[in-house]
C-alpha cells in the first residue's frame, strides 16, 4: 500500500488535488446538510443576516477559492503549503459550486428546480477530478502509444480529433458528453456520432429541411429523459434535497 500511494499520489504531486477533492465533497456534504437542518427548523443553524442581508455562503467561497487558488499556484505541487492551500481552494470551491444555480440565475434558486443545477455541477467536478487522480489525463493523452509520444505530430494529431469531437458534443447539445470526452475520448466519440438532442444548434442547423432526423431525435430525446429523469432526479434530491413543491391553483382557476 504504502508503495503504491508514494508511486501513484506522493511522487506525481497529485496529493494536493486528493486533498481538495476530499475537503471539496466534504464541504458540499456539510453545507448541505446544514441547509437542509436549516430548511427544516432543526438544529442550532440558522441563516447569517446581518443588518437583514442574507450572507449566502458562495461569498466566503469566493474568498477561499481566491486565496487556496493563488496560494496553491506559489507553493507548487509538493511540500505542507501546497496541502494546506489544496484544502482551502476544496472548501472554497464547494461552497461556490453549492450556489452555482444562484450565480447562474443571479437568484436565490437554492431550493427550486433550477437548484439542482448545483448538485449536476458539483456531481461532475468531483466526477472529472477523480478520473484525474486515477491516471485519466486531458484530452485522453494516457491513451497515446509510446510511438505516439515520440512523434509530436501525432501526439497533435489526437489532441486535435478529439477536440474536435468534445466541439461536436457541444454543438449537438451533449455538455455532459462533451465535458466526459476530454477526459475519455471514446465518450466525446460516441455523443459525436449519435443523434443530436432537437434543441441544439446542430439540429437547428442540419434538421431544419430533415423532418425525418427531426422527428427521430425528438423521439430519442424523449425516450432519454423519461428514462432517465426519474433517477436522475432521485439521485439529486438523496444529495441535495427535494426542492420546494409549487402549490397548484385552485380548481377554476389559472
Excluded at 450572507?55 to 496541502?83: D, K, M, N, Q
Aim: charged share 20%; proline share 6%; glycine share 12%.
Amino acid at each position: 500500500m504504502g508503495h503504491w500511494w508514494h508511486e501513484n499520489i506522493a511522487e506525481p504531486g497529485k496529493l494536493p488535488l486528493l486533498l481538495a477533492l476530499a475537503a471539496f465533497v466534504l464541504t458540499f456534504a456539510i453545507t448541505r446538510t446544514i441547509t437542509r437542518m436549516i430548511r427544516a427548523g432543526k438544529g442550532p443553524f440558522r441563516n447569517i443576516t446581518p443588518g437583514g442581508v442574507h450572507i449566502h455562503h458562495v461569498v466566503p467561497g469566493v474568498v477561499l477559492s481566491v486565496v487556496g487558488g493563488f496560494g496553491a499556484v506559489a507553493s507548487g505541487r509538493h511540500g505542507v503549503a501546497a496541502g494546506v492551500f489544496a484544502v482551502i481552494f476544496g472548501v472554497g470551491a464547494g461552497l461556490v459550486l453549492d450556489e452555482f444555480a444562484l450565480i447562474l440565475h443571479l437568484d436565490d434558486v437554492y431550493w427550486t428546480e433550477e437548484g439542482r443545477q448545483s448538485v449536476e455541477v458539483v456531481v461532475l467536478t468531483a466526477s472529472l477530478v477523480l478520473l484525474v487522480l486515477a491516471g485519466f489525463s486531458p484530452l485522453g493523452v494516457d491513451d497515446v502509444t509510446d510511438e505516439e509520444q515520440q512523434g509530436r505530430l501525432g501526439l497533435i494529431a489526437t489532441y486535435v480529433i478529439n477536440f474536435c469531437f468534445v466541439l461536436t458534443c457541444l454543438f449537438k447539445g451533449k455538455l455532459r458528453m462533451a465535458v466526459l470526452g476530454t477526459l475519455v475520448p471514446f465518450v466525446a466519440l460516441v455523443g459525436a456520432i449519435r443523434l443530436a438532442r432537437p434543441t441544439s444548434p446542430y439540429a437547428r442547423r442540419f434538421y431544419r429541411h430533415r423532418h425525418r432526423a427531426r422527428s427521430r431525435a425528438m423521439l430519442r430525446a424523449y425516450h432519454h429523459d423519461v428514462r432517465w429523469a426519474g433517477p436522475r432526479r432521485k439521485f439529486q434530491d438523496l444529495i441535495g434535497g427535494a426542492p420546494d413543491r409549487v402549490p397548484l391553483p385552485p380548481a377554476g382557476k389559472s
